[in-house]
């Protein structure tokens, strides 16, 4: 089963490379839209913890979608490829040394089109908190250890 | 199929209501368990939500889905589905592009027993009008659906009530071509008065009698339900059942109600099990089965 929370506890960790160091960390994503999405309709944007920001087009966030990862770019042109609402996303975001043991605000900004919803709602700008589109916020957030 | 239903209006259920739990882990099954609870046995699923594997249809889920049809009593109803027009931030999909999209639905939709599809159109502004290409992409989606016997139907839905040109777009369109594959859904919440929601603009229940032949499928859209003294025990808060559900048995009418509810608390099992049970017993009431 999945959280209600869009950000997941279940998923929270740093990631390593071969050598045991910490090369960044990672945490699952779940869609509160009551439909799975086309990769394209993804509108990605800024990840923020503890209000350090690591932009989309940064080269330093991915997602994971049905086990292949891809940029933001890469989803803004995929064709065919789908995100299940009862799946998560997981969003890997490269940073030397990880996330320290500890408390951390972790957000992003994100968003999704929807064609039969009128044009202007789809307007997305991840620079800073507001509400995006009908039934979505543009920020999801949660406070969670790191152990 | 062992359930077979009677001619008439009839009672279903739309997935979409039980959406805030679906998504973290409630199954098709709970939900069928439940319909069958009530009787409701016309089931609504949006594919691009209710579906494991889609946009692929696999041989697990078909399986699975015949065989929760017949163990619950549960008879496809509506197929929602999506052209999404802007999938891409940068341009429109061509009419190639979304043809080819309804194809596979109508495939899928087809495999697992639906003739009714509501599909939906991109819409170009906030009265919800369609693309002005709309014609062509239904002309050129018909050879598909006459193959799979599926029709297709757009969903009238405040804002846009009965009375707007885009309805009768629709229907010149379907006298035009004699189409068979393009009807209507009526969403009931073309008759809620509700202030505050979407506007106030709202349509009398006879003012669905002209548009009934077109109209293969209804979404019982519920967003409040109030107890009342007299035979039908609950009352939608704004949306008038009784009236409504004579005028399409008075006249004949023939398909499926699907229950949406739109109301708070969603994610809140024990309130939505209430509230589609009292939905349930209204339009039971109403129907007198």
């Known amino acids: 089963m999945l959280e209600k929370e869009q950000i997941q506890y279940r998923g929270f960790r740093n990631i390593y490379d071969g050598q045991g160091n910490a090369v960044g960390f990672e945490f699952r994503l779940r869609s509160t839209y009551y439909r799975g999405v086309w990769l394209s309709q993804i509108r990605a944007g800024r990840v923020i913890v503890d209000g350090e920001e690591f932009l989309a087009d940064s080269g330093n966030v991915t997602w994971i979608i049905g086990g292949k990862e891809y940029t933001p770019a890469e989803m803004a042109k995929d064709n065919g490829h789908f995100w299940p609402m009862t799946e998560t996303a997981v969003i890997r975001v490269k940073k030397p040394g990880g996330l320290a043991q500890g408390y951390h605000d972790v957000a992003i900004r994100w968003a999704w089109s929807s064609s039969y919803m009128p044009p202007e709602m789809e307007y997305f700008n991840d620079e800073k908190e507001e509400r995006a589109m009908m039934r979505a916020s543009n920020t999801s957030k949660r406070r969670m250890l790191m152990v | ?124 502004n906030g ?68 202030p505050g929601r979407q506007g106030v603009r709202y349509s009398k229940p006879e003012g669905l009698i002209p548009y009934l032949p077109y109209v293969k499928c209804c979404h019982a859209k519920f967003t409040s339900m109030v ?63």
């Open chain 2, 1 to 124: 199929m062992s359930y077979v239903p009677p001619k008439g209006p009839k009672r279903g259920v739309s997935i979409y209501s039980y959406s805030d739990l679906f998504s973290i882990g409630l199954t098709l099954e709970d939900c069928f368990r439940e319909m069958q609870d009530m009787g409701a046995h016309g089931v609504e699923i949006l594919a691009n939500s209710h579906i494991d594997g889609y946009p692929e249809l696999t041989d697990e889920f078909l399986e699975k889905w015949h065989t929760l049809c017949e163990k619950y009593e549960i008879v496809p109803a509506e197929y929602g589905h999506w052209i999404d027009g802007r999938m891409w931030a940068d341009r429109m999909l061509t009419v190639d592009e979304a043809v080819a999209y309804l194809e596979k639905d109508f495939k899928i939709a087809h495999a697992l027993g639906f003739h009714c599809l509501r599909t939906k159109q991109t819409v170009i």
């Open chain 2, 227 to 289: 107890p009342s003294d007299d035979e039908y025990m609950f009352r939608e808060e704004w949306i008038p059942y009784p009236e409504i559900l004579k005028v399409l048995q008075d006249n004949n009418w023939d398909g499926w109600m699907v229950a949406e509810y739109e109301g708070k608390n969603r994610d809140d099992e024990a309130h939505l099990s209430e509230m589609l049970h009292q939905h349930q017993i209204l339009m039971k009431n109403c129907l007198g089965y």
């Open chain 2, 127 to 194: 009265v919800l009008d369609p693309v002005e290409n709309w014609r062509d992409i239904i002309d050129a989606a018909t050879p598909a659906a006459e193959k799979y016997d599926v029709v297709m139907l757009p969903e009238i839905h405040q804002p846009t009530i009965l009375e707007q040109k885009m309805v009768d777009d629709f229907c010149e369109y379907i006298d035009k071509t004699n189409s068979k594959v393009f009807g209507l859904n009526i969403d009931f919440s073309v008759f809620s008065p509700q």
